[in-house]
Nanobody, 128 residues
Framework: QVQLVESGGGLVQAGGSLRVSCAAS????????MGWFRQAPGKEREFVAN???????????EYTDSVKGRFTISGDNAKNTVYLQMNSLKPEDTAVYYC??????????????????WGQGTQVTVSS
């Protein structure tokens, strides 16, 4: 049974940094794509970043344009944990951040509908 548990959210000032973590169980990174999504109040859930291993120890990451150069997604295979390092945070980054996972199928990995497993979410608030 796949389980995802996020942690590390909180309150930070604009320009600051925060790292959120997603501890995964019941899956192996080699067979799954791991994604981060976020949802702000009154808005739809949107793609932030994803990572998948195209070969052993060879990760491939994608980002939405608004976070490129500021956010970094990474994974620790030994700990089965995926991280999202967020730097230069802006108030518009405020949202609940969700970790998601699904088996690699070759399709798009930016659509939340393509992910079957979700964590409970962690709140990230950026003050101006």
């Amino acid at each position: 049974q796949v389980q995802l548990v996020e942690s590390g959210g909180g309150l930070v000032q604009a320009g600051g940094s925060l790292r959120v973590s997603c501890a995964a169980s019941g899956l192996t990174f080699n067979s799954y794509v791991m994604g981060w999504f976020r949802q702000a109040p009154g808005k739809e859930r949107e793609f932030v970043a994803n990572i998948r291993w195209v070969a052993t120890y060879v990760p491939y990451a994608e980002y939405t344009d608004s976070v490129k150069g500021r956010f970094t997604i990474s994974g620790d295979n030994a700990k089965n944990t995926v991280y999202l390092q967020m730097n230069s945070l802006k108030p518009e980054d405020t949202a609940v951040y969700y970790c998601a996972a699904d088996r690699k199928t070759g399709g798009t990995y930016k659509d939340p509908l393509n992910y079957g497993y979700w964590g409970q979410g962690t709140q990230v608030t950026v003050s101006s």
